[in-house]
């Protein structure tokens, strides 16, 4: 396994009048005695006295590769090889992970997780745009957001490990096209402007210094395809190896925006849309983000409600995950319609709040008419992206050999009430895989194997981006798809079978 950087122990002879090589010369003779051509940082060149002296020339170089060849970065008395780590990073628009990872084993040795800072600007993206669109002070607040929170996520690991965030040598990272453009310092009012032609898409290796990150080498910043489909989905493509796989494959990320990608070796078709934010309950009235004291789980038995809470205390508003249970369970139950209405004759649970029907989950808690509505446009976007894909390809589930659902929401949602709701095509369910965050994990995969860089490139070459919004027939595949599960009942058969009582046994020759 070799990955964007190292760290080789060397014992060198003396200086000597017959030999009297410089310090710098002596190491980069030893480098390319193991094969490797490289450079001394004007960093390590500083270290090289002492450290080359006081350890009668037995000491550690580590090394980062900057793109074009490896860079020694930091010089360490005697033999520390042993004790080489970098950071995996995935910047997210709400939340910020950072993975302490052992680089000699290719291991997660610890993760931490901190809200984005910029949230202070904005809870949506958009608003943080135009808070300094134009304003340059603005958008230096923004970026140190950013830095702070990277670092702040940094330092918990430090106290977690007792591993110095100094010590590690390189770092990658994994967002979205805006969050790249603030994490650089730059104004990202073009990823969402016309001709959405963006600043920057391959920011490549920076160094940790000049980015203000704790690490004594490289930053690598995974590319983006387009304004839309930004890094985050490439390294996802990295983590779920879709591109190298015979069979095709759908990559499905699912947040405030849905990035949607199908292919395999030969070819990857990639879209993106809005999808809302009802998926972290950010439109539903009693909706929060799922910590502790959201409503995770819903079932609906014998006309009660049976929830399952975050930490196990007393329900105090509802998730991304609950949402989909609970439109699930209200339509099993006939609670209500196809269309999504309430059915108030099936409950006294449901009565008129403020002019509105809803439903009362917990005590004082309701989840209305106009979340559901919310929810069901949400809902239609993300089964739309799929629908269209598949028909600009002719590709039908039968073709489909997995189905990966990225992102938090992918990896707590109940794959039985997303298809229950529409929001999953109806397929069989270990053909559905929870990926988790594959941000996090290509950028984990991209720090430890060099051999993925160049895979990257591969990838983006093969991408075609579609404009779902281009497509004919858009906002009718959009209004056919509110319906709970759709419209066209009978492309889901198993919940139709639910709905009579049946137990669905599927024919599927996968």
Known sequence: MEGISKKIYMELSEPTQEDSRSDQV?????????????????????????VCEHSGWKFTASLAFNGNMWEVTAL?????????????????????????????????????????RQITYGTDILTRIFHCKDKPDQ????????????????????????????????????????????LLGMDPFCVFHTPYAVRADRPGYIKGCELSLPVNGYVYIFPAKSNYLGGDIISGMVAT??????????FFDIGTNGELVMGNKEFLLCGAGAAGPALEGGVVKTGMRAEDGAVETVKLEQGEFKLGVIGGGAPKGICGSGIVDMIAELFLNGWINIQGKFVPEKS????????????????????YQEDIDEFLKTKSAAYTMVEIMMK??????????KFYVAGAFGRHVSKESAITIGMYPDMERDRIINAGNTSLLGAEKALTDKEVLDDIEGILDHMTYIQFGAVDDFLQMMVAARAIPHTHMERFPSVMAKLKGEIYESHSTH
């Open 26 to 50: 002596r190491i980069l003779d030893e480098l390319k005695a193991w094969g490797i051509e490289g450079k001394i940082s004007y960093q390590a060149m500083r270290q090289l006295y002492p």
């Open 76 to 116: 360490e008395e005697g033999n520390t090889s042993d004790r080489h780590y970098g950071f995996a990073i995935d910047l997210g628009s709400t939340t910020v992970v950072v993975s302490l990872v052992d680089c000699n084993t290719g291991k997660c040795v610890e993760k931490a997780s901190t809200f984005n």
């Open 139 to 182: 958008l230096e607040a923004v970026r140190q957001a950013t830095i702070d929170s990277i670092c702040h996520t940094m330092k918990i690991l430090e106290k977690k490990t007792g591993i110095p965030a100094a010590s590690c040598i390189q770092a990658v990272i994994a967002g979205n096209t805006t969050m790249i453009h603030f």
């Open 241 to 250: 190896e879709i591109y190298k796989q015979d069979k095709i494959c759908v």
């Open 348 to 367: 006294p649970k449901i009565r008129k709040m403020e002019e509105e029907w809803a439903v009362e989950y917990a005590p004082d808690l309701y989840f």
């Open 392 to 401: 600009e390809t002719g590709i039908t589930m039968e073709d489909i050999d």
